[in-house]
């Protein structure tokens, strides 16, 4: 429901923003981002690049809701348990993409410079059952912040985010689900329209 309530968002044209008298402003961004474990038993490092469609509202309550597509591509070890309760580790890697929704409050702002908290979500297909004992497809989720400097005399920004990573298929919260976590840097580039 969120992620179509998002995509529809994204089809509303910006003259209606601007004939309302609201403060949205229309942006892309771009950015890259490294994932890497805070588990050894979930061994598995992932790189994940962004293209995000969103409305940045400047004044009163200043939020980015948009949405986009991620890119993604993991590769590591995990650790199982069999059905004897057994630990056995499974090497894998795969490529995903999908669709994904961002929410980002701007809670400091000092001339050029922002800080904002942001949530990243969504689902993505893999190009194989992963991790191992997975299934085809899994959920996303990412919490953070990113530290973004305005370009003076630019429609430009650049950022730098750090954040944590989710990935799960939802099997549930047992030893033998097969998620994994991590925790990473990225960079991005924003272009205001």
């Known amino acids: 429901m969120k992620l179509l309530i998002t995509f529809s968002l994204l089809l509303i044209p910006k003259t209606i923003y601007a004939q309302s008298g609201t403060d949205l402003i229309p942006k892309w961004e771009v950015g890259i981002e490294y ?38 591509h993991a590769w590591g070890s995990i650790i199982q348990l069999d059905d004897n309760l057994n630990d056995v580790e499974f090497e894998n890697s795969a490529s995903g993409i999908g669709p ?68 799960s298929n939802g099997q549930g919260l047992t030893p033998k689900n097969p998620s994994y976590e991590g925790a990473g840097v990225g960079f991005s580039f924003i272009k205001y329209l």
């Open 100 to 167: 994904i929704f961002c929410l980002k409050y701007e809670l400091l702002r000092f001339q050029n410079w922002s800080v904002a908290p942001d949530f990243l979500g969504g689902v993505l297909l893999y190009s194989e059952k992963f991790p191992a004992g997975g299934d085809i497809y899994n959920f996303m989720w990412r919490l953070g912040g990113m530290l973004t400097y305005k370009v003076p005399e630019s429609s430009t920004s650049l950022g730098i985010s750090y954040r944590w990573m989710h990935v």
């Open 35 to 72: 994932y890497s474990p805070t588990s050894l038993s979930r061994d598995i490092q992932t790189i994940s690049m962004n293209f995000l469609y969103g409305w940045e509202r400047t004044r009163k309550f200043p939020l980015t809701l948009g949405g986009g597509i991620t890119l993604t």
